[in-house]
C-alpha cells in the first residue's frame, strides 16, 4: 500500500501529486486514515506564501477527519484505539509550560505552535502521521465525518469568537435587561460566519437578535491566522469604549463543547461540498475568488462510514 499526497512544492503553483510509503506512527502518535480535511482561507494564503515563513515542500490542510489507522507502542494503552473515528486538533505548543498542560496550546508561554497543515504535513493526504494523541477527538457515529473535519478549525474558531462577546453580552443584560432591539452583529455569513450565527443563537442569552451584516458592532473579535490590515477608528475605543479582541481557533474543551452541540443537532455545518484529491488545487482556486458556496471539503479516501 501507498500513500497519496497533494504536495505544495513551489508557492503559486498547483499541487503535485505525489506517491510514496505510509508512514509509521511517531513514538506516543498515531497515523490516520484521512477521510475529509477542509479547504480552508488560511490554504489560500498558504498557497502563496506571502504572509509566513515556511520551508516547501508541504502538504497542507489542516481541517482533518478519518479513522486511526495505526498507534505507537507507547500509544495502545491509550483511551484512542486503531479503528476509532476521530477529528484532528491541528495545533500544538511545546507541552511541557503551563499553559500546553491544561491544553491551551495556542497560549504556550514558549511560543511553540507546531500545527498540522502549517510547520508540519496536514491532511491533503490519504494518511497523515499525528505527533500526540491528544489532539485526536472521537467523533461520535451521529456526527458526518464531512462535518466533523471542520469543526477543529472553522467551527471552533466561530465558537470562541462568539464565546468571546458572551461576557461583555452577559454584562449588558445585567445592567439593562433584554431591550426589544437588543441585537449582536455578526460581520460576513461564509464558511465561518454560517457557524457563528447558529452557535450565537444556542449560547447568547434569549431574545437578543442575532443581526448578520456590516461591519463595526462594538466589540469587533478578529478571526483568520493571516487576517489582512483593518483601519479602526480609535476614537470609538475611547468615547464608546469599544473593544477589540483576536481569537486563535480555540480550545480543546470549547471543542468538545461545539461537538455536543452539533451531536445534539443544535448546530449544522455549513453547505459543503465534496470535491477529489486531484481537484485540491483548483477548489483552492475558487475558495481564493469567493466562488465558494459554504464549505468545500477533499475527499481524500473512501467513506468509512
Ligand atoms: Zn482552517
Ligand atoms: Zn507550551
Redesign the pocket.
Known amino acids: 500500500m501507498a500513500r497519496r499526497s497533494a504536495k505544495l512544492v513551489k508557492f503559486n503553483e498547483p499541487f503535485q501529486l505525489v506517491t510514496d510509503d505510509i508512514p509509521s506512527a511517531p513514538p506516543g502518535g498515531a497515523v490516520v486514515k484521512v477521510q475529509y480535511t477542509g479547504l480552508c482561507h488560511s490554504d489560500v494564503d498558504m498557497s502563496k506564501g506571502e504572509k509566513i515563513n515556511y520551508s516547501l515542500p508541504l502538504i497542507l490542510g489542516h481541517e482533518v477527519s478519518g479513522r486511526v489507522h495505526s498507534l505507537d507502542q507507547l500509544a495502545v494503552n491509550s483511551d484512542i484505539k486503531v479503528g476509532d473515528r476521530v477529528m484532528v486538533y491541528a495545533i500544538r505548543?511545546?507541552?511541557?509550560?503551563s499553559?500546553?498542560k491544561v491544553h491551551k496550546?495556542t497560549f504556550?508561554?514558549?511560543r511553540?505552535r507546531k500545527t498540522i497543515g502549517f510547520t508540519e504535513d496536514g491532511g491533503f493526504s490519504d494518511y497523515l502521521t499525528v505527533a500526540d494523541l491528544s489532539l485526536l477527538m472521537r467523533v461520535p457515529e451521529t456526527v458526518a465525518m464531512d462535518t466533523a473535519c471542520l469543526l477543529p478549525c472553522s467551527g471552533l474558531t466561530s465558537c470562541n469568537a462568539v464565546l468571546s462577546i458572551l461576557p461583555t453580552v452577559k454584562e449588558f443584560v445585567k445592567d439593562h435587561g433584554v431591550p426589544e432591539d437588543c441585537a449582536v452583529l455578526l460581520v460576513g455569513a461564509g464558511g465561518l460566519g454560517l457557524w457563528a450565527v447558529q452557535i450565537a443563537r444556542e449560547v447568547l442569552p434569549d431574545g437578543i437578535w442575532i443581526v448578520c451584516a456590516d461591519r463595526d458592532g462594538g466589540i469587533h473579535v478578529t478571526v483568520g491566522v493571516f487576517g489582512d490590515t483593518a483601519s479602526l477608528p480609535l476614537k470609538s475605543f475611547t468615547v464608546h469604549q469599544h473593544k477589540a479582541v483576536g481569537v486563535l481557533v480555540g480550545t480543546q474543551q470549547q471543542l468538545r463543547e461545539l461537538l455536543k452541540l452539533v451531536e445534539d443537532g443544535k448546530v449544522k455545518a455549513p453547505p459543503i461540498t465534496h470535491h477529489p484529491l486531484e481537484s485540491a488545487w483548483n477548489v483552492l482556486q475558487d475558495l481564493r475568488d469567493g466562488k465558494v458556496k459554504g464549505r468545500a471539503v477533499i475527499e481524500v479516501s473512501e467513506p468509512c462510514e
Open positions: 505548543g511545546c507541552g511541557v509550560c499553559r500546553c496550546p504556550c508561554l514558549n511553540v
